[in-house]
């Protein structure tokens, strides 16, 4: 192989063995080189302004923003994940190893599926929320929301673990030449993957939050059918029911943007459909991450009113935990 043939390799010192370097096409590199990287910084800043908010203001520290701050975490976790393999995007060539290679691929798949158990929990707390009222205080507590956390994050790491079996037991599997980092799972793990990760949770967050929708309408309509004859003395439970309701809302934009940028990945992926396409719909999937923090400012005046504490570093103030920010 002559000097020439050697630029083009990952690392041309080892000849054959090693892989050859592509280029995407015009387009996917420009999503790439500049899409992608600020879309990754604007995801982490955001959810970390999530994440804070939770985490320090004692207002904000309730059964359904724990969730919320475990899809925040999950989401940093998986940009920061997808970062080294951006950069093969733009490099063409691996050059961690087939070790590191794994890993990284088992911790983007443990976020990415513990993304989803978060979407699960989120659409049953608005269902016990909107469809159980009276109870929901005794059946969601912080301390039990926690277990479910736990747990989601539990499951999602030892079924990845059974998904990547191969990959992890033998990291090189799959590669063709060295500096590729190539993910393949078996018929089994492929199945299992995808009823656990797409089909099940598809399902669940489909007819919860079509039974919350259902529920929820009905609930508005008597609201405004009573609201004439509602006086001072009940306007507070009124008001708790409407607070339920917008957030249930607020949390179902959540959800459904959720699906419209999951399930085209999970249906083309499925089919074995083009690389180029598929490449696509994981920016388009990833984007995701990205906009949750987003619908949180916009509907949500607590966490607007946060995010600005944070950003003008009034949290650093003594006492700024107990901060009225509802």
Avoid at 305 to 316: D, E, N, P, S, W
């Amino acid at each position: 192989m002559d000097t020439e043939d050697k630029s083009d390799l990952c690392f041309p010192q080892l000849g054959n063995i090693s892989c050859r370097k592509t280029s995407p096409d015009g387009s996917q590199r420009f999503i790439i080189i500049v899409i992608l990287p600020i879309t990754c910084i604007l995801t982490v800043l955001l959810n970390l302004l999530v994440i804070i908010s939770i985490s320090h203001f004692r207002q904000l520290y309730t059964p359904t923003n724990l969730l919320l701050l475990s899809l925040a975490i999950s989401d940093v976790l998986a940009v920061l994940t997808m970062l080294p393999f951006v950069i093969i995007e733009i490099k063409s060539c691996w050059f961690l190893g087939d070790i590191a290679c794994s890993l990284m691929n088992y911790l983007l798949f443990i976020c990415q599926s513990a993304s989803v158990g978060n979407m699960m929990l989120i659409s049953a707390d608005r269902f016990v929320a909107i469809c159980d009222p009276l109870h929901y205080t005794f059946k969601v507590t912080v301390t039990k929301i926690q277990l479910y956390i736990c747990l989601c994050w539990s499951a999602s790491v030892i079924h990845c673990g059974i998904v990547l079996k191969d990959k992890l037991a033998h990291p090189e599997n799959g590669n063709t030449c060295l500096g590729e980092c190539v993910c393949r799972i078996d018929f089994i793990g492929g199945i299992l993957d995808v009823i656990v990760n797409f089909l099940l949770p598809l399902g669940v967050i489909v007819i919860l939050y079509t039974r919350v929708f259902v529920v929820a309408v009905s609930q508005a309509r008597a609201m405004r059918s009573h609201e004439k004859c509602v006086k001072l003395q009940h306007s507070a439970p009124f008001k708790a029911k409407k607070s339920e309701l917008k957030a249930a809302k607020t949390l179902g934009i959540v959800v459904l943007v959720f699906l419209m940028c999951f399930c085209p990945y999970n249906i083309v992926s499925l089919m074995a459909y083009d690389e180029n396409v598929l490449n696509y719909l994981t920016y388009l999937y990833s984007l995701n991450s990205c906009v949750n923090p987003l619908i949180y400012a916009v509907f949500y005046p607590c966490f607007r009113r946060a995010f600005k504490h944070i950003v003008t570093l009034r949290v650093l103030q003594p006492g700024s935990c107990d901060t009225n920010i509802l």
